[in-house]
């Protein structure tokens, strides 16, 4: 039985094979034979190859554009049988989010903050369930989130008064970024929420330009406005303005479409509908890790460091690419590999940095226990 976790883009597969019960004899290619040659006959399992977990031919990774040197495998082919005979997965632990709230405090829009004040605390709980630590800044006229539990922990939450109205969101997000600048962190993704029922004066590109002057990276952008409806989207009472919007936030929605963001109508009666979608673009925005920790072994068997492989698919591919381990750190330079923490007794699997990149990209890291490890060879 295969273990399968999705966690943030990624698809992360342990496959806990490389132990053995205490005693047995491990199964070795015949003498003379380099790693990933077929066993030969006088092996009692019969003949199999042993080295690349899932059954495909090693192959050489690509190496980034612009790497230099080039790593090479040993390749053969392995029956898959021989790797699919315990199950184990490993925790993942995703990177941080940085979320920013903007909320139009026009009278028009207090259905609206309701309907985030009720949310906005689940919200945050979900994401933190999913392993993200979270940075939530709230900048509003009144502190939305004062009566939840996220509004009592300062840890992860910041409320920035501001007079926010109908039209100038973005303007205020540039104008208190101090405010809350030493709470956004370098290594997190960043999201942008704006909550209103009207447009903005501010130009999408402007704001995107002066954003990533003043955060020093891209962002997300996520947009609950009024689609592009006459006179803006209506809600489920069917009365214009009274239970929809004023106008439709044109620009809201061109900078979600900029950055990659969601776009969400205001009128929708369900506000699972609206943090649902926010959520799992949060989650899968979380930078992936480069360190794996290895789970352990059943009980009464014992992990073989020789037996470790792992494969990487390049999101949106079929064809994965085996990753070759790499002796130490030393070894990375420019190589898409991986190494040890300790070569004696590991417990974590290391991503040299241009198999980190890789990753942080998106895809899917397949660990496989049981077969002989495709090793890096550096001319």
């Given at each position: 039985m295969r273990s399968l976790v999705v966690i943030g883009g990624l698809l992360f597969l342990a496959i806990l094979?490389?132990?053995?019960?205490?005693?047995?004899?491990?199964?070795?290619?015949?003498?003379?034979?380099?790693?990933?040659?077929t066993l030969g006959d006088d092996d009692p399992n019969g003949p199999v190859a042993s080295?690349?977990?899932?059954?495909?031919?090693?192959?050489?990774?690509?190496?980034?554009?612009?790497?230099?040197?080039?790593?090479?495998?040993?390749?053969?082919?392995?029956?898959?049988?021989?790797?699919?005979?315990?199950?184990?997965?490993?925790?993942?632990?995703?990177?941080?989010?940085?979320?920013?709230?903007?909320?139009?405090?026009?009278?028009?829009?207090?259905?609206?903050?309701?309907?985030?004040?009720?949310?906005?605390?689940?919200?945050?709980?979900?994401?933190?369930?999913?392993?993200?630590?979270?940075?939530?800044?709230?900048?509003?006229?009144?502190?939305?989130a004062m009566p939840t539990p996220l509004g009592g922990d300062s840890a992860h939450y910041r409320w920035v008064l501001a007079n926010v109205d109908s039209h100038n969101a973005l303007q205020v997000l540039l104008d208190t970024y101090p405010q809350y600048a030493?709470?956004?962190?370098?290594?997190?993704?960043?999201?942008?929420?704006?909550?209103?029922?009207?447009?903005?004066?501010?130009?999408?590109?402007?704001?995107?330009?002066?954003?990533?002057?003043?955060?020093?990276?891209?962002?997300?952008?996520?947009?609950?406005?009024?689609?592009?409806a006459p006179g803006g989207c209506i809600g489920a009472c069917g009365l214009p303005v009274i239970c929809g919007a004023f106008a439709p936030g044109f620009e809201y929605y061109a900078l979600s479409d900029l950055t990659?963001?969601?776009?969400?109508?205001?009128?929708?009666?369900?506000?699972?509908?609206?943090?649902?979608?926010?959520?799992?673009?949060?989650?899968?925005?979380?930078?992936?890790?480069?360190?794996?920790?290895?789970?352990?072994?059943?009980?009464?068997?014992?992990?073989?460091?020789?037996?470790?492989?792992?494969?990487?698919?390049?999101?949106?591919?079929t064809d994965a690419m085996v990753v070759p381990r790499a002796g130490d750190d030393g070894e990375c330079a420019a190589n898409v590999a991986w190494f040890y923490d300790d070569p004696t007794t590991p417990t974590e699997i290391r991503l040299c940095p241009a198999a980190c990149e890789l990753a942080k990209a998106g895809g899917t890291v397949e660990i496989a226990f049981g077969c002989e490890t495709a090793l890096l060879v550096v001319d």
């Open positions: 094979q490389a132990c053995s019960a205490e005693g047995d004899t491990k199964r070795t290619p015949t003498s003379g034979g380099a790693p990933g040659t080295d690349i977990p899932g059954g495909r031919q090693a192959q050489q990774p690509d190496a980034p554009t612009g790497s230099a040197g080039a790593a090479s495998l040993e390749s053969g082919e392995v029956d898959p049988d021989e790797c699919s005979s315990v199950s184990q997965t490993a925790e993942v632990e995703l990177g941080p989010a940085d979320i920013v709230w903007v909320i139009d405090g026009s009278v028009s829009m207090l259905d609206e903050i309701a309907a985030v004040q009720m949310n906005i605390a689940n919200f945050a709980s979900d994401i933190s369930s999913a392993g993200i630590d979270h940075h939530v800044v709230m900048v509003a006229n009144t502190d939305i030493d709470f956004m962190r370098p290594d997190a993704s960043l999201h942008f929420i704006v909550v209103t029922d009207d447009n903005a004066f501010t130009p999408h590109m402007q704001f995107k330009s002066q954003m990533e002057g003043l955060a020093g990276k891209e962002f997300y952008f996520h947009s609950i406005a009024s689609e592009d990659g963001g969601e776009k969400i109508s205001i009128c929708v009666a369900d506000w699972s509908q609206v943090f649902g979608p926010l959520k799992q673009a949060v989650i899968a925005s979380a930078p992936l890790p480069c360190d794996y920790p290895i789970p352990p072994p059943p009980s009464g068997e014992t992990l073989d460091p020789a037996l470790v492989n792992m494969e990487f698919t390049v999101q949106d591919a």
